[in-house]
Nanobody
Framework: QVQLVESGGGLVQPGGSLRLSCVASGRIHSINSMGWYRQAPGKQRELVAVKASDGSTRYAEAVKGRFTVSRDIATNAAYLQMNSPKPDDTAVYYC??????????????WGQGTQVTVSS
């Protein structure tokens, strides 16, 4: 069983910064990509930022230039550096991983989510 565990969420002021962390554990053969999605109340879950093993990244237009996704391959970790967050960034942030176990194809896995609230 693969598990993704997030940490680092909380309350942050507009213009401040916050860093989210995610660590994947369990029966992992390889990880093709890791990143972050978010869901605000009354809205659908949306991609925030994802990074593949080849180094390519994908960002939501709303966070481009403010958020940065990174990965530590050796520790199966992903991070989201949130600079200059805005109130509209308030949401539950979910870690995402496309992960292969030793005996099967890749599957999509999700963390439990961590609340990020941007408020002055």
């Amino acid at each position: 069983q693969v598990q993704l565990v997030e940490s680092g969420g909380g309350l942050v002021q507009p213009g401040g910064s916050l860093r989210l962390s995610c660590v994947a554990s369990g029966r992992i053969h390889s990880i093709n990509s890791m990143g972050w999605y978010r869901q605000a109340p009354g809205k659908q879950r949306e991609l925030v930022a994802v990074k593949a093993s080849d180094g390519s990244t994908r960002y939501a237009e709303a966070v481009k230039g403010r958020f940065t996704v990174s990965r530590d391959i050796a520790t199966n970790a992903a991070y989201l550096q949130m600079n200059s967050p805005k109130p509209d960034d308030t949401a539950v942030y979910y870690c995402y991983g496309q992960i292969r176990n030793p005996w099967s194809a890749y599957g999509d896995y999700w963390g439990q989510g961590t609340q990020v609230t941007v408020s002055s």
